[in-house]
């Protein structure tokens, strides 16, 4: 039997953390992501919606390098920029939140793996 030795690369561990393989990577989390909650997105927010399927078409991707909590790694960053994407999310006084990027994150459609 062989013995294997493991040598740790903080440099290769930054850069392969900060690379454009792991910006992608990450793009298409974020992807997967933003496509759950465009599924699970209401269309009306209440009823007489004068801007309906707006918080549903509103939903979008970015990446970058150089992100995280450090600035050491590529980040992806999914986001709604609807005016009423905060009141859908956690809800205000006297309605349920739907925390629709909470579910599309962390609870994946049956059939959607």
């Not at 349920?96 to 049956?110: D, G």
Request: include cysteine; hydrophobic fraction near 40%.
């Amino acid at each position: 039997m062989t013995d294997v030795t493991l040598t740790f690369n903080r440099q290769g561990v930054h850069d392969m953390l900060n690379s454009d393989d792991m910006r992608a990577v990450m793009e298409s989390r974020a992807e997967e992501i933003r496509m759950r909650a465009e599924v699970i997105a209401p269309i009306y927010i209440k009823k007489g919606d004068p801007h309906p399927g707006r918080y549903k078409a509103s939903f979008h991707v970015r990446s970058h390098l150089n992100g995280g909590a450090t600035h050491d790694r590529a980040e992806a960053l999914c986001y709604n920029d609807a005016p009423e994407a905060f009141y859908v999310e956690f809800a205000h006084w006297g309605a349920e939140p739907e925390h629709i990027l909470a579910r599309a994150a962390f609870r994946p459609l049956k059939g959607m793996a």
